[in-house]
């Protein structure tokens, strides 16, 4: 796609070479937003998770002038928005900021091409660095399941219409500065500027040309697929791999067993993949962490894990857990509320009142929020997977919820599941 003019606005036409995914994103979001970033914004809030119907009310709110000034923070969009009540409501939606490692691998991907500092410049998102951006793994534009809508009104919908209608609102903000898709992520103009100056300053006039970066694996395993070659059988894969011929070079930081371990890694996955089991070839790197994590690699890579990734460690732990009971379904479901249908939510309440009678001689009140379904005073929880799998969840003592056995399509099975860890953690005082 040719270059945007410095200081234009204009939105790519198909002549340009936008992809169809931008083309949709135009016809979504004329009427919130002007330039292509913006719209692109609207395409992947109704491109997620959120619900559909939520989404159209908040529309007609945003379009109505519902919502108040826009304040970004990292992470978060913060609005007053305008109800049926006098007294405006409290609204927000979250985004996850980018880990250190992530704004490196964005930060040299800008400075590698003097055209995206040049777009940056004159207050222009170039379409090329958010894809190239994407294609390192890094995403700026939200994730499907990234978006969280919050309100302080009383509707528990999943958004509610307020926090649907900031969402929207929030395209015409990133209109008007597109370094508000940075600033969300975690670092402001000012920062980011900074830094891409320290690399150009620090970049050797003589610098070696850069090492190869590769293609992600699904994008390899794409191409092999259209024309796959003819495979002789396949042998077992071995149980240990063979030994690095050399060490590797002093300085780099890096430890033979843990090059071996990433080569048995590498070896069983690939085995995996060839023999069909695509399960984890589209892994953010957010989910891979967890899966290594959930490999029990030893206290120094969980070490490794947690510092290079930001995550604190009782949250690996809770997600390591949620992987190993449901996979990376089990992390969605450990992360991402969202509003199933509720005649589904009411019927299964009703199923596991009479299923709790039935164990408990009592009734017992279960409480409807969203995809769970708990019974407050005994800290059990089962939350409904968009695999239309029940996965149970018990209370800890600080109140934190955590995974406790594996998922079942059967929520009386679940629950029965979660009923019975719950009575050994009660006999062990765990």
């Known amino acids: ?10 939105t790519p036409a198909r002549g340009d070479g936008v992809s169809p995914g931008r083309a949709q994103s135009k016809a979504r979001g004329r009427a919130f937003a ?17 619900d559909a119907g939520r989404l159209s009310r908040g529309r007609t709110y945003a379009r109505k002038g519902m919502v108040g000034p826009v304040t970004v923070a990292p992470g978060k969009v913060n609005a007053a928005v305008q109800g049926s009540r006098p007294r405006p409501y409290r609204s927000s939606v979250h985004l996850p900021v ?38 390192a793994g890094v995403p700026l534009l939200p994730l499907p399941t990234e ?59 003589t610098a070696a040309p850069p090492e190869p970066a590769g293609i992600p694996a699904a994008a390899a395993y794409a191409h092999w697929a259209a024309e796959p070659p003819e495979l002789p059988e396949l042998p077992e894969p071995a149980a240990h791999t063979t030994a690095l011929p050399i060490a590797p070079p002093p300085g780099t930081g890096l430890a033979t067993a843990d090059l071996e371990r990433l080569m048995a890694d590498a070896t069983t996955r690939a085995a995996r993949l060839l023999a069909g089991d695509t399960a984890d070839l ?6 891979d962490a967890v899966r290594i994590a ?22 690996l732990a809770r997600l390591t857990r949620a ?30 009142d009479a299923a709790l009678v039935e ?23 089962l939350r409904l997977g968009p695999d239309a799998r029940w996965y149970p969840y018990l209370q800890d003592e600080d109140g934190e919820w955590w995974p406790a056995a594996p998922a079942d399509s059967d929520p009386v099975t679940a629950l029965t599941a979660a009923w019975s860890q719950h009575g050994e953690c009660r006999s062990t005082g765990s």
Request: hydrophobic fraction near 40%; glycine fraction near 6%; charged fraction near 20%.
């Open 282 to 287: 589209h892994l953010t790197q957010h989910q």
């Open 147 to 205: 978006l969280d809508p919050d309100c302080s009104c009383p509707d528990w919908g999943y958004p509610c219409k307020h926090a649907a209608a900031l969402c929207y609102a929030i395209a015409a903000t990133i209109d008007t500065d597109p370094f508000v898709l940075f600033a969300l992520r975690g670092r402001g103009r000012e920062e980011v500027f900074a830094q891409l100056r320290a690399r150009r300053t620090a970049a050797p006039e």
């Open 34 to 50: 002007a330039t292509w970033w913006g719209q692109a914004w609207v395409a992947a809030l109704e491109d997620s998770t959120l």
């Open 98 to 135: 980018l880990t250190d490692p992530q704004w490196d691998t964005l930060l040299d991907t800008i400075a590698a091409r003097a055209g995206h500092l040049a777009a940056l410049l004159d207050d222009e998102m170039p379409a090329e660095l958010v894809d190239d951006a994407r294609y």
């Open 359 to 381: 164990m408990t001689g009592s009734p017992t009140h279960l409480r409807i929020w969203r995809n769970r379904l708990t019974l407050t005073h005994d800290g059990i929880q």
């Open 294 to 315: 959930a490999s029990d690699p030893g206290p120094e890579w969980l070490h490794r894990l947690t510092r290079n990734t930001g995550t604190k460690p009782t949250v």
């Open 1 to 10: 796609m040719s270059p945007a003019v410095p200081g234009s606005r204009r």
């Open 323 to 352: 992987w190993q009971h449901g996979g990376p379904t089990g992390i969605t479901v450990a992360e991402q509320p969202y509003a199933p249908d509720p005649t589904v939510m009411k019927a299964t309440r009703t199923t596991l």
